[in-house]
C-alpha cells in the first residue's frame, strides 16, 4: 500500500506499518464480501425449483447482512489510518472468492457453492483478527469476531437449507 495523501491521514496511536498489515487484510476480507455478495444476489435472483420461496428470502437475507458488513469493514480501515479498496478492478484484484458466471445453477449447488465461500471468508477474517491482535489493535479484533460468527451462522444455515434429510 503506498503512502496515504495527506488529505487522507487519521489520527491513530497505532504503529502505521502495523495497522498497514491489518487494512490489507482487512480489504481482501472485503473485496471477498463484495464477490459473495454480489454471488448471493444473482443466485437470490436465478434461484428456481420447489424451494424457490425459501432460497430466494434467505439468500436474500444473506446478502443484505454481507452488505451491511462491507461498510464497518470499510470504515474500521479507514479508523486506523489507512486506504481502502475504490473500484471494481480493485477488489478484483484483492478477491479470494470465485465469481460463478454460469448461466444456470442448481439450487443445490448455489446454497452449497455460498457454504463454501463464507467459509474462505471465516479464514480470511480470522488472519484479520489475528493481524489486529498482533498489532495491539484491539477494536478490529473485537468486531472481526462477530464478522466471524455473521459469517459462521451464514454457512451454517445454507448447510441446513440444501440438507436431503
Same mark, same amino acid.
Given at each position: 500500500?503506498?503512502?496515504?495523501?495527506?488529505?487522507?491521514?487519521?489520527? *491513530?496511536? +497505532? #504503529?502505521?506499518?502495523?495497522?498497514?498489515?491489518?487494512?490489507?487484510?482487512?480489504?481482501?476480507?472485503l $473485496?471477498?464480501c463484495?464477490?459473495?455478495y +454480489?454471488?448471493?444476489?444473482n443466485?437470490?435472483?436465478?434461484?428456481?425449483?420447489?424451494?424457490?420461496?425459501?432460497y430466494? %428470502?434467505?439468500?436474500?437475507?444473506?446478502?443484505?447482512?454481507?452488505?451491511?458488513?462491507?461498510? $464497518?469493514?470499510?470504515?474500521?480501515?479507514?479508523?486506523?489510518? #489507512?486506504?481502502t %479498496?475504490?473500484s471494481?478492478?480493485?477488489?478484483?484484484?484483492?478477491?479470494?472468492?470465485?465469481?460463478?458466471?454460469?448461466?444456470?445453477?442448481?439450487?443445490?449447488?448455489?446454497?452449497?457453492?455460498?457454504?463454501?465461500?463464507?467459509?474462505?471468508?471465516?479464514?480470511?477474517?480470522?488472519?484479520?483478527?489475528?493481524?489486529?491482535?498482533?498489532?495491539?489493535?484491539?477494536?478490529? *479484533? *473485537?468486531i472481526?469476531?462477530?464478522?466471524i460468527?455473521?459469517?459462521?451462522?451464514?454457512?451454517?444455515?445454507?448447510?441446513?437449507?440444501?440438507?436431503?434429510s
Open positions: 500500500m503506498a503512502d496515504i495523501n495527506p488529505a487522507l491521514e487519521t489520527p *491513530s496511536d +497505532l #504503529n502505521r506499518n502495523d495497522t498497514r498489515t491489518v487494512a490489507d487484510a482487512l480489504n481482501v476480507a $473485496a471477498d463484495f464477490a459473495i +454480489l454471488k448471493t444476489k443466485f437470490h435472483w436465478h434461484v428456481s425449483g420447489p424451494h424457490f420461496r425459501d430466494h %428470502l434467505l439468500l436474500d437475507d444473506q446478502a443484505a447482512q454481507i452488505l451491511g458488513v462491507t461498510d $464497518a469493514i470499510a470504515e474500521r480501515v479507514r479508523k486506523t489510518g #489507512n486506504t %479498496l475504490r471494481i478492478g480493485d477488489i478484483t484484484r484483492r478477491q479470494q472468492i470465485a465469481d460463478n458466471d454460469r448461466d444456470f445453477v442448481p439450487p443445490h449447488e448455489m446454497l452449497a457453492e455460498l457454504r463454501e465461500d463464507n467459509l474462505k471468508l471465516i479464514e480470511t477474517l480470522r488472519d484479520a483478527r489475528e493481524r489486529a491482535e498482533a498489532a495491539k489493535d484491539t477494536a478490529t *479484533s *473485537s472481526a469476531d462477530e464478522w460468527d455473521q459469517a459462521e451462522e451464514r454457512a451454517w444455515f445454507l448447510f441446513e437449507a440444501s440438507r436431503q
